[in-house]
């Protein structure tokens, strides 16, 4: 067995041009070095049955000698800071009050706010403890004295909280909750002497969300983080009545001229960025830090709104997370200057050692696009990183119990899946909730990723690098490029390409890539969409920061969280996330399919259909017989289509001069509609019964002479090398590849 | 939210029908009679006895038994001694695993052959 988790590392950025620079990112607990090598990838799956792995070296100055290794932590858990100044070291009589919605409650002691240096154990801290009670805690010269709440508050309901401390020394909690119906009402009034003269630590900043360790990186900077809303912190120069902190609280627009007033902070404002803005007189403005969850409904929300763009001051909250990560922060182990004559295509760093007698063989991934403003082939396949980041380091098979029975079978995971469990500290997928069951809508490439990249398992990376091989294999050459090339880039990335290529499963699309490749399409583009599932979910890459991306799940569609309650609109930029197809673009509109089913026990084939015997889709079909079943054979469960597959439908989209050469229909018991088929729930309609589950193999002419092929399942590029290369999938694509790239109109 | 609750598998199992035991014996993989389905629903579903796993330890040729922690982010357990070259064994071996968890029957020796 290979180690594959003793060395780990990250590229960035993930997509380079020749002659520019990517970094390697490394690091391993125990091992002192590792030989690293660039390798151009082919196949990315070891697996026996298939074309096996093919890494090809591509020669760099890497390959001289080992290089060295150390152990980089990588340190979760968002909060917001304010650098620290004489207004808040020097603030002895004090109020500080906001909004929380707790979304953990007890099991762990969490600082909503904290002006405190752990190291000297002094300062200030409002909390909840381990025991879910909110404590008011002021420490100095090795005293300690708190006020506590006599029980425990209630998990997601909001609830205001004060902590004060007077002139002399009196420290006081102070709590209403929100809702007082069905026995949620808690009310505390807590009263502590405290101790009458304080010197607090120097240099100490004022936190949200989180406590001052009193060290710095490498080390960890801070710790018991709050996971939930903290909405409208205030903080004030004395010990306020309950009732005059809750005042400054509820109002949007604190007396700005007050001079008692030291911060009020509006959490509504620069949504999409990481800054946090006070809109006292004291400009005590801050930032946020590992991507907490900005664009959340706040204590004020009416419910008669649903997104932040209508009403900004209804999202003055913040979700923070103990397990947010927006980079993992690794020095740079080594970088690589692209040369000039590189070939585009999936590139990945290998580290290479042993590890006792066993070997380690560990990768980081990076896309290398042709240089800057050019192309370099006729064909662009478009790698779906969007989706790579959407899925990375994805527990929920482990996470979640239903994986086994969908698949009818045991699970199989890997070493890699078996690590990254007890390594949460390398962030989730967006498929994953946080710890403390709330979705998580961010995903960054700054980190390792174990399930996209060479040896890792079989969906998304390894499964799309089955069609680069195949490409290669009948002798194409191809661009790559990432979707986030095309994201900031637009339809002028995929000018001038005779075709494009999407791969097995490029689910998450931004509008911008939709806009680029409908353009693309409009302007005579022939299009290649050999997946399933895809443009599925409406997501957005950050506007300033490479590699990152939001997505809400929204209310439908194949969810594996939903968004809460008025949370659907992306912090990054204001659009409705969810399905592209709430946003009135279906799949089917782009590409003439749209996500049907999951089919995860078995995989089957596509039988033709009288549109493939017309003669305008002949050349499809050449080589092919009549009544040969398409694709009863593959990688994936034994056929092309299956996993997740798409089908035509004229009411979503489907262009009304569609084809639909072949259908594979046949797709058993475990052949399961997406939830957003159904009108209502019936018995009757999984495949064993229901043709509605199916995958539709499509071609139609769009404007300017060009054409979209589909093939609607993720299985499909799993079958192309199958008996050698000679079949009749492999037929196919060939066949429609050759025509395309024939400029003659279809 | 949205969860599976694993508790929520509950087609009764009766401890008597070896002729279904029988009948997963032979063909692990399935296809399946519709009672015999509906068991392997509940197991797969419920987890009952562990929610086991299999880890290749040889891509495509040789996979290992382990068992899920039932709490998120606890160790896998792995079995190295539990390793199977055949998909249909381990199904074999961990069905007959969760047949006992379910019913309290140990299911008998002469059962217990190779499929």
């Known amino acids: 067995m290979i180690d594959t988790t003793s060395i780990l590392g990250y590229a960035k950025p993930w997509s380079v041009a020749p002659g520019e620079t990517v970094s390697f990112h490394l690091s391993s607990a125990h091992l002192p070095s590792a030989s690293l090598k660039v ?24 390959d001289d000698g080992d290089v060295q290794l150390s152990s980089q932590p990588t340190h979760v858990g968002s909060y917001a800071s304010v650098a620290d100044g004489p207004i808040l070291s020097g603030l002895t009589a004090f109020s500080v009050g906001c909004y929380i919605y707790p979304t953990i409650v007890g099991g762990c002691r969490q600082t909503i706010v904290s002006r405190w240096n752990d190291r000297l154990d002094s300062g200030w801290k409002l909390e909840l403890d381990d025991e879910g009670h909110l404590s008011m805690t002021v420490a100095c010269k090795g005293m300690t004295r708190s006020a506590r709440s006599s029980r425990s508050i209630l998990r997601r309901e909001w609830i205001f909280v004060a902590g004060s ?68 912190p205030r903080l004030y120069g004395a010990a306020l009545t309950r009732a005059d902190v809750q005042q400054l609280v509820e109002t949007l627009h604190p007396v700005q001229t007050d001079p008692l007033l030291v911060g009020a902070w509006d959490f509504s404002l620069g949504m999409n960025g990481d800054e946090i803005t006070d809109l006292s007189a004291n400009n005590l403005n801050g930032s946020v830090h590992r991507l907490p969850m900005r664009a959340a409904t706040g204590a004020n929300w009416t419910g008669q709104i649903h997104s932040w763009t209508e009403d900004p001051s209804q999202y ?83 996470d979640q119990t239903h994986f086994e029975v969908m698949a009818d079978g045991l699970m199989i995971i890997t070493a890699d899946d078996v690590y990254t469990n007890e390594h949460r500290e390398l962030g989730s997928s967006t498929y994953d909730t946080h710890s403390d069951d709330s979705g998580v809508c961010y995903s960054t490439g700054a980190r390792p990723i174990l399930n996209a990249r060479p ?85 957005a890459f950050h506007p300033t920061k490479t590699g990152i991306i939001e997505l809400r799940r929204g209310l439908t569609g194949l969810r594996s969280w939903e968004t809460e309650a008025g949370e659907g ?54 080589g092919v017989g009549a009544d040969e079943p398409i694709g009863n054979f593959g990688l994936r469960l034994g056929g092309a289509a299956g996993l997740e597959i798409d089908r035509a439908e004229p009411n979503l989209g489907s262009a009304p001069n569609i084809m639909i050469l072949a259908t594979a229909d046949r797709t058993g018991a475990g052949g399961i509609p997406a939830p957003e088929e159904l009108p209502a729930l019936y018995r009757g309609f999984t495949g064993e019964e229901n043709a509605m589950v199916r995958a539709d193999m499509v071609l139609y002419p769009t404007s300017n002479g060009g054409a979209v092929f589909s093939t609607g399942s993720i299985a499909w590029c799993c079958s192309l090398s199958h008996a050698g290369y000679a079949n009749n999938v492999s037929q196919i694509t060939g066949n429609v590849l050759n025509r395309f790239l024939d400029d003659s109109p279809i | 939210m949205l969860q599976t609750d694993p508790k929520t598998a509950h087609f009764p199992v009766d401890p008597n029908r070896l002729d279904l035991v029988e009948e997963f014996r032979r063909a692990p993989k399935g296809p399946y009679s519709p009672d ?37 982010g606890d160790a896998v357990k792995t079995f190295s001694d539990k390793t199977f070259t055949r998909l249909a064994d381990a199904e074999w071996a961990v069905f007959k695993i969760r047949w006992e968890a379910i019913t309290g029957v140990r299911i008998a020796e002469e059962t217990d052959q190779k499929p």
Not at chain 1, 202 to 221: H, I, M, V
Not at chain 1, 323 to 345: K, R, V
Not at chain 2, 44 to 67: A, D
């Open chain 1, 316 to 398: 003055g909250a913040i979700h923070f997370h103990e397990d947010d990560l927006e980079d993992a922060g690794w020095a740079a182990t080594t970088t690589l200057s692209i040369p000039d004559d590189w070939q585009s295509g999936f590139y990945a760093l290998q580290m290479t050692t042993s590890n006792g007698s066993v070997p380690v063989e560990s990768y980081a991934i990076f896309f290398v696009r042709p240089p800057r403003g050019r192309r370099t082939s006729d064909i662009a396949v478009i790698a779906p990183t969007a989706t790579y980041l959407a899925y990375a380091n994805n527990h929920s098979r482990l």
């Open chain 1, 39 to 62: 390798v151009r990838v082919r196949c990315a799956d070891p697996d026996p049955n298939g074309p096996g792995l093919k890494l090809l070296h591509a020669a760099t100055p890497l």
């Open chain 1, 165 to 232: 401390r007077s002139a002399d020394g009196t420290i006081r909690l102070e709590a209403v909750s929100l809702s007082r119906d069905g026995g949620r009402e808690r009310v505390f009034s807590v009263e502590d002497e405290g101790f009458p003269a304080v010197q607090w630590p120097a240099a100490t900043p004022l936190l949200f969300a989180a406590q001052w360790t009193g060290d710095s990186r490498p080390n960890k900077e801070t710790f018991n983080h709050f996971n939930g809303k903290i909405d409208r």
């Open chain 2, 36 to 72: 015999l389905q509906k068991i392997v629903h509940r197991m797969r579903w419920g987890g009952e006895g562990g929610r086991f796993v299999l880890i290749p330890v040889e891509p495509g040729k040789k996979w290992m038994l382990g068992l899920l922690p039932s709490r998120r």
């Open chain 1, 569 to 622: 609109n992306l912090s990054f930029t204001g659009e409705p996330s969810g399905l592209w197809r709430s946003s009135g673009r279906a799949p089917q509109r782009l590409c003439g399919v749209g996500f049907s089913a999951q089919v995860f026990d078995f995989s089957t084939y596509y039988r033709r259909l009288p549109d493939s015997f017309d003669d305008r889709a002949s050349f499809v079909f050449e």
């Open chain 1, 455 to 539: 040896r890792s398992n079989t969906f998304n990376y390894v499964n799309d690098t089955h069609l680069l091989d195949w490409l290669e294999e009948m002798g194409h050459g191809y661009d790559v490029v990432t979707d986030e090339d095309m994201h900031r880039e637009g339809a002028r990335l995929l000018s001038g390409y005779r075709v494009v290529i999407n791969m097995t499963h490029p689910e998450y699309y931004s509008k911008e890539m939709l806009d680029a490749l409908e353009t693309y399409q409009n302007g005579g583009g022939r299009h290649m969409y050999l997946g399933g599932n895809g443009f599925y979910w409406r997501v």
